[in-house]
């Protein structure tokens, strides 16, 4: 059995090579599908037999993607298109991106045109997915992807084998909730760790990433209680795995001990329920899910959801991480902010994107935010 | 402005001209409200593309914050109101309509265009997702129900059965949770009426907007984006159509007189794509007239004639609108405008607010270009921030797509 120490180095490995991950399963002849965010039924393609991989772009230079996009759609999609044009993704069959926010769509829209040779599947996710109509819409959405995907790469679709893929998703989901929720008495887990647990699951097969996942939460259960005297934090956001950032967190003597970031958590809150027939359930599991800036909530239990989870972990403080250009996040921030502040829970707004350089403005940021905290 | 002055000594407006009819009908719009409001009429804030046969059949009182946002930053208080959402926590990213309807929720009181505060919201994102965001907003912070008819973007060129059917359980769904609110009752007879209506309405809106096509147009083509306000609020009223239809014989009779609104000669005749920058409209219009650049093709003439002959092809219709279809669709709606009004350039305003609009703009209008074989040029601006538009950077790439349109000219 490895230790914490070398699946950490394992988690870090796969979460920083993501081309080697992916040129690993063409080698052995698996079909690769990149998922943009923030939400793509995954367990679709996994029972498919293909390998769903997370495209959430890097922190490149962004040149080519602006013949399409102006400079004020967020660095996400510029750089995924970046990405695509420049040829990182060959070899992948397709891409599937949802319709959730505006730029999304112009990303599927210029997608065809900048990188014909990957074809893309567009998910129309409901807003309104809680009534039966919108279940029922998703679930028809969910069969054009099927469609789109036996089209373009002959693979099959069963009601079994997605039965089985919801499964494994579930197991996957328990197992993220779970290792989040024990770090959260492992101040020695830097947040750059945390960072590569949580990544490194869009560059894996489910279940290898639940089996290495799970073997760290059986080191660290079987580890004595520690020493706690890091200041606990819960972070929101789309995307935080800029590792310049995290460190700033850990010199901060700052510990993740829960978080809201798309990337993150908001993956693994819900389940797919087991008692229907798999496709529905799977509808539903969309339907059921809440709390993120890209899904319709007019009471915006976002805020308070929150506020909850932080004392919960019995955080002293929030820091919210903004991707620069993102209306979903940008239109809820005012309301967590009044939320956050009705709570007397201290926060703070970091704006990033992934072409930052300099620290030197977040660091000022979260030095002074520990100060009030440690006040 | 020296056009203006040059209209004097002023007549007084013929009130049965289609000018002073539509003028009238967006005054007795504002002026409505407020006596429904007095009345105790509870008031909805609509969206521009929400289907508004819903709230017409119902007989309620809406008005449509877009609306509002685009006359109290044409008459220059954007930047106040913008300023105002932002010192709230609101990024100056956001649409800027959204910042001054979320503003005003706020200030209350806006001289340039006032209308009572909302006691429901009528949302839906068939023009865009921030909408949702907007609407959710104010609905939270004014603790008052949101109706909301999520029409997803199409990314398929044919609006497809399951969407119909999807949009169709929310417009039933709609009209149940309006009754609740508003104690009103819903009938299928007054509802075929508004049907009926709404598409003289659209038949007359297309109708006159189809006069561009003639050489020279009889009517400076930003003259529409004036006239599309009453398209938006009234489309459901006998007012409306007469409006429109009294605009289009207007028309016809200019065309016969070879008269035009555009004042002066019309050299070039472009495309104009996207929303007006309305803080600027003046400086954005005089360049364009100093030049004998009218604006004869504008995607405002598609986005509200909603024809359709029943229940679901309302539904579709109202899937089809200009910032929910496709790439491909987009571009070919628009080459059928270009070639249907002879435009031979095509203008783009790269709308800062705007992301859905402009996130695929420079793929479409490139594509646009090569299939009409017309110049393209864009500009940076923002339909309702003034701190977003540059007059030297419009002024230089207007004067660009001119000379490139008068070499055109020359060679052929
Ligand atoms: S949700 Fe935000 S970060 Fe994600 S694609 Fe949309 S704008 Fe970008
Ligand atoms: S300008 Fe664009 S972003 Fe703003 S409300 Fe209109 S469609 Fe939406």
Redesign the pocket.
Known sequence: MATVQQLLEKFHEVASSPQKQKEYYLKEGKKVVAC???YTPEEIIHSMGMIPMGTWGADVEVKEAKRYFPAF?????QSVLELGINGKYKGVSAIVIPY?????MG?GENWKMAVPDIPFIPMQYPQNRKPEYGIEFTKQAYLRVIRDLENITGAKFSEDNLKKSCDIYNAHNKAMREISSILANHPEISAVNRKDIFKSAYFMEKEEHTRLVNELIALLKAQPKQDNNKIKIVTSG??ADSENLLKIIDDNNMQIVADDV?HESRQYRVDVPVDGAPLDNLAKKFSAMDHC??LYDVDKKRADYIVNLAKQYNAKGVIVIL?K?????EYDYPILKGAFDKANLPSTLIEVDRQMVNYEQAKTNIQTFREVLEY | MSEEVKAAPKKEVDPNSAKARLGKIIEDHYNNLWVAKEKGEKIGWCASNFPQEIWQTLGLTVCYPENQAAAIAARGAGAKCCETAEANGYSNDICAYARISLAYTELKDVPEQNMPQPDYMLCCNNICNQMIKWYENIAKKLNIPMIMIDIPFNPDYKVSKEQISYVKGQFLDAIKQLEEITGKKWSDERFKEVMEISNRTSRAWLKATSYCKYEPSPLNGFDLLNHMAVAVCARGTVEAAEAFEKLAEEYEESVKEGKSTFRAEEKYRIMFEGIACWPHLRFTATELKSRGMNMVATIYADAFGFIYDDFDGLIEAYCSVPNSINLEKSRDKRVQIVKNNGAKGLLVHTNRSC?LWSGFMYEMSRQIGEVCDIPVTSFDGDQADPRNFSEAQYATRVQGLMEVMEARKGGK
């Open positions: 943009v965010p923030i759609i967020c660095s996400i999609m959730l926010c505006d730029s999304l990303l789309i995307l798309a800036s890209v991707t250009f993102c209306d979903p996040e | 992301k």
